[in-house]
């Protein structure tokens, strides 16, 4: 199940399996940008891992004091200072090779899945991926307890959370121009879903 916000433990247990199985769509020179970097915990481990890629960190203004306390205490020196995104509001002008977002799907509100498709979807070059790691329900298979469960506590800690479905977000992906790429299971009944831009 995914982490909470403010809670890095997840993040900390998720980001060795999260490396490796982004590793093989990180070639050289691959610009990211992570959405909702939390306390850095995905970029740390995995620029450390592969200094040949640029990874720009982001984070919403509620969430960017913890972020750069963080990185007050433990410094990433290889890369750039953190953005302030919220995906319903303007994006960086940039182009990317890469979208990469951790748990973030189920806390943001479907105005911001929406909005994460329709403006990631505009800063990806040709060729980029849109990745998403975390829990999903998938409308052609039962859905785990441990994911039900965890839809169940968002919901009632608020209406707008929950665990989207694989089916909604290849829609939304569709409609801005991505197709499917990979659907990987990851531990814990988590997947990593990749969608690729013409
Ligand atoms: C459960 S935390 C995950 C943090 C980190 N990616 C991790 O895996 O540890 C959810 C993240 O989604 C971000 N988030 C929520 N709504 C957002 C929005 N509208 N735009 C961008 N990020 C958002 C939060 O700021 C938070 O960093």
New binding site residues.
Partial sequence: M???????R??VR?RAPIYEALSPWLSPGTRVL??????G??ARYITERRPDIAWQM???S??MAA?CDRLSREPITTQPAPIT?????AWPAGQYTMIF????A????M??VR??FHHGAAVLEAGGHLCL??PFFDTRQTAGAGNQRFDAALRARDPAMGLRTRQTLDALAGAAGLVPAACQIMPRDNRLLIWSKR
Avoid at 85 to 89: E, G, H, K, S
Avoid at 101 to 104: E, R
Avoid at 106 to 109: A, L, Q, Y
């Fill in positions: 995914a982490s909470q916000i403010g809670d890095t997840a993040a998720n992570e959405i909702g970097s939390g306390q915990v995905h982001s984070e919403t509620a969430g972020l995104l919220d995906v319903r509001q977002g951790a748990n973030i189920h806390i943001m509100p105005t911001g909005a994460l790691y975390g």
